[in-house]
């Protein structure tokens, strides 16, 4: 056979064996169909940082009277996540909404308000012809004497289903908006719709925070802090930390959880924020946590188990046009450079696992002398290995200089037990 | 371009694209990896094309990406200057299919894009982001390492 009959008989073959493309099409909608979804967090004015958590619905369903009532059986689904909320939800601390809106063929709805002093839970939900398509960012708007620190977008979008996004503000208001903008999934920065939901709170049925007064001194990792006070809320505890001027670590992170006498754990950050910085440290010292507020306990105690700290003399090198630096982090790699006016596109690969995991990933960005540059954090990812973080940086500058996370675990053999009446 | 027309399309060109993936990649099994992640990149971003005439281009250029990706992940992937020519005797002695495989890397993209994938030297232009003129003359020289005397009739 010469070669010209030897490539007819091998294009042959391969149309032959050339198989329909029916079966990746389908596999390509499950894929797309199973949510890639954004984590956008709208940071507010008043929060300097802030520390957020995967919210993964792992808790075991608790079969509760009330998700025997049509009504309110799917608001009992979306709290499982919460000890807080679940409870909340159990003592009828649910306030009814009810608003909704069409637009271009979508339909909001405002259900339910879950609202104390300082947290306010909005579930919602979106009707929607084509679900796969779009994503959902919820927002605030509020009078300008209300800060909010951050919303939390704790819901996947999925059409039908209850949705969820937790406000944290220095107050709750009466009055306030509740933006909902749907977005393209192709083009996360294409608004579809956008819904504003005047949203009146019943401030008198909020019920009164409980305060505890701590003033425990505390060493970790040779670092001094103080304990210095408990606010306990419906949907969360905000435990206030103060720090010695003298320490040489910041603290990234405390490790603490709440534990009532017969063994119930409440722990940290379930929906969506741990922790709070102030804008004259770089230490975490305002922590969240799930809270006991509906427990009925003479006392419960507050452990801490570990915290993470780092060394305020550390500094890390970036070239933005190579890319290189003296330290890695593992499951992060840089991805690229754009220059855009005067500001600097900076994009980053990361493994899917190392999003929420356990790492000293930066995330803040600082020039020569100091001064932060992050603007904005775009986070997209997928169920597959493409995850991308792009910050925008407020630089056109070659080298910007990083801070890990942290750079020392301090873990006692035994925790650290304060009892709380 | 809707969901719909996409799918008629992308099965429309099922050959082609199979094609391309299985002479880069070199086995059925990692063809079809390479079709699936590319088939679900084109469903997420077909509504960008603004173009539809432009679609196989499109698509056949989101396979060979995803065969580069996927080769150097495996670290498969030699660059160009770095791959060892093979003699034109050696060409001679293997059956064609294998010597595709040998082939530099920048001719075997020219073959299979002109006589497999069935793009014209201008779309292949288009995808390799080459003037014309260069996809002509690695073709004239990837036929000759070859011994093919394909015309355009073979890719019609």
Known sequence: ?421 | MTNEEYALRVEGLRTRLYKTAILLMGSHSQAMDVLDEAVYKGLCSHRKLRDPSLFDTWMTRIVMNECYNELRRQKRLVPIEEAPEASAEEFDSLPLREALQKLPRDLKDVITLRFFSELTVAQTAEVLHLPQGTVASQQRRALKLLRLELGEEENQ
């Not at chain 1, 969820?164 to 192709?186: G, I, K, N, S, W």
């Open chain 1, 1 to 421: 056979m010469n070669r010209n009959d030897e490539f007819k008989a091998l294009t042959r073959a391969l149309e032959e064996e050339a198989p329909s493309l029916n079966a990746s099409l389908r596999k390509a909608e499950r894929r797309r169909a199973r949510k890639r979804y954004m984590i956008r967090p709208l940071i507010g004015l008043a929060a300097v940082f802030a520390v957020f958590v995967a919210l993964v619905n792992l808790s075991t369903p608790v079969a509760s009277a009330l998700s025997r009532i049509p009504v309110l059986a799917d608001l009992v689904r979306a709290v499982r996540f919460s000890p807080s909320l679940e409870a909340a939800v159990q003592n009828d601390y649910v306030q009814l909404d009810g608003q909704s809106q069409t637009k271009d063929g979508m339909t909001a709805t405002v259900e339910y308000l879950i609202v104390d002093d300082q947290q306010l839970h909005v579930f919602y939900r979106l009707d929607t012809e084509e679900p796969d398509s779009i994503s959902t960012i919820p927002s605030v708007i509020l009078e300008p004497d209300v800060s909010f620190y951050v919303v939390s977008n704790l819901s996947q979008d999925s059409e039908g289903d209850l949705m969820h996004a937790a406000v944290f503000m220095t107050q709750t208001p009466e009055h306030l908006t509740f933006r909902l903008q749907v977005m393209d999934c192709d083009d996360p920065d294409l608004e579809l719709v956008r819904f504003d939901f005047p949203l009146r709170v019943d401030t008198t049925m909020i019920a009164p925070a409980k305060t505890r007064v701590l003033d425990q001194p505390v060493e970790l990792f040779g670092q001094r802090f103080t304990l210095k006070q408990l606010e306990i809320y419906p949907t969360h505890i905000t435990l206030h930390l103060e720090e010695d001027a003298g320490n040489t670590a910041w603290l990234d992170q405390l490790h603490f959880c709440f534990e009532t006498e017969d063994g119930k754990q409440f722990s940290a950050g379930s929906s969506g924020l741990i922790s709070r910085g102030e804008d004259n440290t770089d230490s975490a010292l305002t922590y969240y946590a799930e809270s006991p507020y509906f427990y009925e306990a003479d006392s419960f105690k507050l452990v801490v188990s570990g915290a993470k700290l780092r060394d305020k003399s550390v500094w890390i090198p970036l070239d933005l046009e190579t890319g290189e630096s003296e330290t890695t982090f593992p499951g992060y790699s840089f991805a690229g450079r754009k220059i855009e006016g005067n500001q600097s596109v900076v994009s980053f690969l990361v493994e899917t696992d190392s999003i929420f995991g356990d790492h000293a990933w930066p995330i803040s960005f600082y020039d020569k002398a100091g001064r932060s540059l992050n603007t904005n954090l775009d986070s997209m990812y997928n169920e597959d290995q493409t995850h991308v973080e792009t910050y925008y940086l407020d630089t056109t500058d070659r080298v910007v200089y990083m801070k890990p996370i942290f750079t020392d675990r301090w873990q006692p053999e035994t925790p650290l037990v304060y009892t709380i009446h």
